[in-house]
C-alpha cells in the first residue's frame, strides 16, 4: 500500500496538531504508527482517551476517500516524507502531517515569503498600506503569504497578484469550504494550502492552529495594523518562537488600531514604511530574487491599484535664499519641525533624533512617517533617516 495512504490516514484521524507530533516523535512516520502493537497510542503521553481510541480503529477507508475526493477537486498532496514538502515548515513544531493544495507548490528555491498581517479591524489607512506593500513586495521579487481573514490581509495578497507577483494563502478550513473569488484566483497564479482533508468539518481553533503554518512557510512577518490586544499580536509571538524577522508599519500615535504595531516598534521590531525595507534585510542572501523596483506609472480606475508616486525630493537649488526654505516648510506642525532641526546633513538615528526632540518615541515614529510620505525625509538603512532638504 502506498505510504500517502497512511498519511492520510494519520491527517485525517481527529488529532491535534500536538498529538500528532507526539505520535510521530514515537514512531517515526505515519505508517509505523499505523502498525504499532495494540494499546501502543493509550500509553502515548500528549494523546486522550478519545484520540487513542480513534487511532486504535486502524480504519483507512477515510483515507482512500479523501484521496479520491483530492484527486476530483484538483487537490495535490504532500506528506512530510514528500521530497517537495516546504523545508521551512518542515522545521517548526508539529508541522502538518499533509498538506493540500491547489495552485503551484509552495517550495521554490530562492524565493523570499513575507507574511502581510493585520487587525480586522482595520482603518482606511491600514487598508491603504497593506495594498501599497504588498505591491511593492511583489515587484521586489518578494512572496507574499497571506491568511486571507482580514481586509489588511486580503489587499496585500490582492496588490500582489495585480503587480505578477507569487501569493501563498493559508486556509483555516478545507478546500472544498473556501469559495471566495481572491482565493480561486491565488490557485490560478500562485499557492493555495490547508492542513484540513476533505469532509472535515471546520472549527474554530483551525484559525489559531494555520498561523503556525504561514509563519512557518515565511521568512519574516509584516504587522501593518494591530492594537495592543488582538489576534495578530498573537500571530507575532508564535512567529518569533520560530525566529523570524519581525516587521511593523507605524501609525498614529493616538490611534487604537496602532498601539500594537507602536509597542512592537519599541520592542524591537523593524519599522518600515515600504516593501524593500523589508526585503533589504535578506537581499543579501537572495541577490538573484530581491530587486529595488521602481514605482509603477498610474493606473486607470478599474485596473489593479498601484501606491502613489513618492513625492519628489525638496533639495535646495543653488543661489536660493533663506525665504525658499522657509517656503518648504510651511504648513509643517511644531512636531515635524523640531524633527527636522534635530536631524544632521548626514543621517541621523533614530534614537539620536529622539533624545534632541524630547517628544515621546511613538510620536516621533508618527511624524517621521508623514515626513516620509511628504517627501522632506528618507529613510536609511541602521534605522537612520536622512532630510531631502538642505539646512544652513
Not at 512577518?221 to 488582538?230: D, N
Not at 530581491?290 to 485596473?303: D, I, T
Not at 534614537?351 to 517627501?375: C, S, W
Request: aromatic share 6%; net charge negative.
Amino acid at each position: 500500500m502506498a505510504a500517502l495512504t497512511y498519511w492520510l490516514w494519520l491527517s485525517s484521524a481527529g488529532l491535534s496538531p500536538r498529538a500528532k507530533a507526539a505520535l510521530l516523535e514515537r514512531f517515526g512516520d505515519a505508517e509505523a504508527a499505523f502498525h504499532a502493537p495494540e494499546g501502543s497510542f493509550a500509553e502515548l503521553p500528549g494523546l486522550s482517551r478519545t484520540e487513542a481510541a480513534a487511532l486504535e480503529g486502524r480504519d483507512l477507508s477515510l483515507a482512500e476517500e479523501i484521496r479520491e475526493e483530492c484527486e476530483r477537486q484538483g487537490v495535490w498532496m504532500l506528506s512530510l516524507q514528500d521530497a517537495a514538502y516546504p523545508p521551512r515548515l518542515k522545521h517548526i513544531f508539529s508541522p502538518p502531517v499533509v498538506l493540500y493544495g491547489k495552485g503551484s507548490l509552495p517550495s521554490r528555491e530562492g524565493d523570499v515569503p513575507i507574511a502581510v498581517i493585520g487587525t480586522r479591524r482595520c482603518s482606511p489607512y491600514g487598508r491603504r498600506m497593506a495594498a501599497q506593500l504588498g505591491g511593492e513586495l511583489a515587484r521586489c521579487g518578494g512572496t507574499v503569504v497571506s491568511l486571507l481573514t482580514s481586509e489588511i490581509e486580503q489587499e496585500a495578497a490582492r496588490e500582489a497578484l495585480c503587480a505578477g507577483g507569487k501569493v501563498i494563502g493559508v486556509l483555516g478550513v478545507p478546500h472544498e469550504r473556501e469559495t471566495r473569488r481572491l482565493a480561486a484566483e491565488i490557485a490560478g497564479q500562485g499557492t493555495l494550502v490547508s492542513e484540513y482533508p476533505p469532509f472535515t468539518q471546520p472549527s474554530s481553533h483551525f484559525f489559531r492552529d494555520r498561523n503556525r503554518i504561514a509563519s512557518g512557510l515565511s521568512l519574516g512577518v509584516l504587522v501593518v495594523e494591530a492594537p495592543e490586544k488582538s489576534g495578530t499580536q498573537l500571530f507575532v509571538a508564535e512567529s518569533a518562537e520560530q525566529g523570524k524577522e519581525i516587521f511593523a508599519v507605524p501609525g498614529n500615535a493616538d490611534a487604537q488600531g496602532s498601539a500594537g504595531t507602536l509597542r512592537m516598534i519599541q520592542e524591537g521590531a523593524k519599522l518600515v514604511t515600504s516593501g524593500w525595507e523589508v526585503l533589504c534585510e535578506f537581499q543579501p542572501l537572495y541577490p538573484r530574487t530581491l530587486h529595488h523596483a521602481p514605482e509603477p506609472a498610474a493606473k486607470h480606475s478599474g485596473e489593479c491599484a498601484a501606491p502613489a508616486p513618492a513625492a519628489k525630493p525638496l533639495d535646495k537649488a543653488e543661489g536660493k535664499t533663506s525665504v525658499d526654505l522657509k517656503k518648504q516648510l510651511e504648513g509643517l506642525s511644531e512636531e515635524q519641525l523640531r524633527i527636522i532641526a534635530a536631524i544632521d546633513r548626514d543621517a541621523g538615528h533614530i534614537d539620536d533624533i529622539i533624545e534632541a526632540t524630547g517628544l515621546p518615541t511613538a510620536v516621533v515614529l508618527a511624524q517621521l512617517t508623514r515626513l516620509q510620505v511628504k517627501g522632506f525625509v528618507r529613510r536609511d538603512p541602521g534605522q537612520r533617516f536622512s532630510l531631502n532638504i538642505l539646512k544652513k
